[in-house]
């Protein structure tokens, strides 16, 4: 596939989490013209039967709704152009790998348990190019680095995001995974009332996904745990003990977020 004109390139972005969406946005932006974003595969597939779309299309794989393998199928039915980055933050079942073979691997590219780097290089490669960013990295303007000595963040992935767009850049990804946790919480609790393991396994993979993007590593393990057990449909005693935990971690880790959004300043 040959490298568009820089002025030329759009891509339709679509992740129903607030962080992960900042972050793909930015990086996709490093060399596409346009991104348009949005948080629901539902919006995003209203918003291009009403006023028309681009085929270039980068999803994420777990979404509420309608998932990136519906919505995958469904963009290559309405672009026979269609090129599509499908994404995972973890590694995918044994029922959804089989599904996912159905998908036209001329047109539909899947990418799991991926790095902030991989996504850049594998977009790139993907829908053409050229990172127009790439010789200003060394040049970036120099900012307090994230605290070194962290317990619950990772600093080597906010160095990665100081990279990709600066301090200023760091902390809205920060303000915005933090933004969302009483949410999840509350969903948490909300679904083990429903007795369903099924919403409780989306809402901790969505959770593990965002932990990941800003480098918050013990709530991604303990994220991934939960995921395990509704996924294995352990007792919802068991279960709720774990996202009280996951409670109680936050609380903690909030603790040291404060820390590291002043050193943003």
């Not at 090129?83 to 029922?95: H, K, N, P």
């Not at 850049?169 to 969903?187: E, Y």
């Not at 932990?211 to 996924?231: D, P, R, S, W």
């Amino acid at each position: 596939m040959s490298s568009p004109a820089l002025d030329d390139l759009e891509i339709w972005l679509v992740n129903d989490d607030p962080a992960q969406l900042l972050v793909q946005k930015r990086l996709l932006g490093r060399f596409a013209a346009t991104v348009w974003d949005f948080q629901s595969p539902t919006e995003l597939v209203a918003q291009a039967r009403k006023y028309g779309s681009c085929p270039n299309l980068v999803s994420d794989f777990h979404m509420p709704g309608m998932n990136g393998l519906e919505l995958s199928q469904l963009w290559c039915q309405m672009h026979p152009d269609a090129r599509v980055l499908l994404i995972s933050a973890s590694e995918l079942t044994r029922a959804e790998k089989e599904e996912a073979t159905y998908l036209p691997s001329n047109r539909v590219k899947l990418m799991t348990a991926y790095r902030i780097p991989e996504v850049l290089n594998a977009a790139k490669e993907w829908f053409g190019g050229t990172d127009r960013e790439a010789a200003k990295e060394d040049s970036l303007e120099k900012a307090p680095a994230p605290p070194q000595n962290l317990s619950y963040f990772d600093s080597d992935v906010l160095d990665k995001l100081k990279i990709l767009g600066g301090s200023a850049f760091v902390k809205k990804a920060l303000i915005r995974f933090s933004d969302r946790i009483p949410t999840r919480l509350a969903n948490f609790y909300e679904f083990i009332e429903e007795k369903s393991h099924r919403k409780i396994h989306q809402e901790a993979h969505s959770l593990k996904g965002s932990c990941g993007i800003v480098g918050a590593t013990q709530m991604l393990e303990c994220a991934h745990e939960l995921e395990e057990a509704a996924k294995d449909e352990k007792a919802l005693e068991e279960i709720e003990e774990q996202v009280e935990r996951l409670e109680s971690l936050w609380q903690e880790t909030a603790r040291e977020l404060k820390e590291v959004l002043q050193s943003c300043e």
